[in-house]
T-cell receptor, first 111, second 113 residues
Framework: EDQVTQSPEALRLQEGESSSLNCSYT??????LFWYRQDPGKGPEFLFT???AGEEKEKERLKATLTKKESFLHITAPKPEDSATYLC????????????FGAGTRLAVHP | DGGITQSPKYLFRKEGQNVTLSCEQN?????MYWYRQDPGQGLRLIYY???????QKGDIAEGYSVSREKKESFPLTVTSAQKNPTAFYLC????????????FGDGTRLSIL
């Protein structure tokens, strides 16, 4: 069964304290791994797509990496405005752009 | 600016009532999707449509219906047959082609009166 698991469920950081979020997956036929940011009461905002093991993408304080079994979202020197829920989704084969979503990691960055 | 507009932001349903959630996009995207988000769970796919006048059931279609009469619009009806409708509903769209990222609207929160 296709499955995506994110850890930890929640993470509390001090401003400037770097850390990583994990997204592990077991799927048949990976067609991309997607990271999203979701603020309370809003829809997910697209951040990155990774397609193959070894690939990395960066945006401001965020860096996403991909291996054959998991992806990491590294947050360097976070600020309070980075507080949000981060969602990971895996694209799988199926004739359309089907995504399997993880439950997300709630990140709180305190000043 | 292009984007996806969902309305209303909040919706209340009475017992036995059908309600319709609106989703409009001006991104010229071909495919559109409806998801349900519950606390502590990943987004679950309700319905999707790849072209006008065609749509397919997702993983949790029971108690829901959709239509796709225009490329820009993909309304979702939550019927009285859906016994646990309280959730956050998200609409998304993608360009044509494989491995395209889905872009989301800001959701509709549906509650039971």
């Amino acid at each position: 069964e296709d499955q995506v698991t994110q850890s930890p469920e929640a993470l509390r950081l001090q401003e400037g304290e770097s850390s990583s979020l994990n997204c592990s997956y077991t799927v048949s036929g990976l067609r991309g791994l997607f990271w999203y940011r979701q603020d309370p009461g809003k829809g997910p905002e697209f951040l990155f797509t990774l397609y193959s093991a070894g690939e990395e993408k960066e945006k401001e304080r965020l860096k996403a990496t991909l291996t054959k079994k998991e992806s990491f979202l590294h947050i360097t020197a976070p600020k309070p405005e980075d507080s949000a829920t981060y969602l990971c989704a895996v694209g799988i084969s199926g004739g359309y752009n089907k995504l399997i979503f993880g439950a997300g990691t709630r990140l709180a960055v305190h000043p | 600016d292009g984007g996806i507009t969902q309305s209303p932001k909040y919706l209340f349903r009475k017992e036995g009532q059908n309600v319709t959630l609106s989703c409009e996009q001006n991104l010229n995207h071909d495919a559109m999707y409806w998801y349900r988000q519950d606390p502590g769970q990943g987004l679950r796919l309700i319905y999707y449509s790849q072209i006008v006048n065609d749509f397919q059931k997702g993983d949790i279609a029971e108690g829901y219906s959709v239509s796709r009469e225009k490329k820009e619009s993909f309304p979702l009806t939550v019927t009285s047959a859906q016994k646990n409708p309280t959730a956050f509903y998200l609409c998304a769209s993608t360009k044509a082609g494989q491995n395209q990222p889905q872009h989301f609207g800001d959701g509709t929160r549906l509650s039971i009166l």
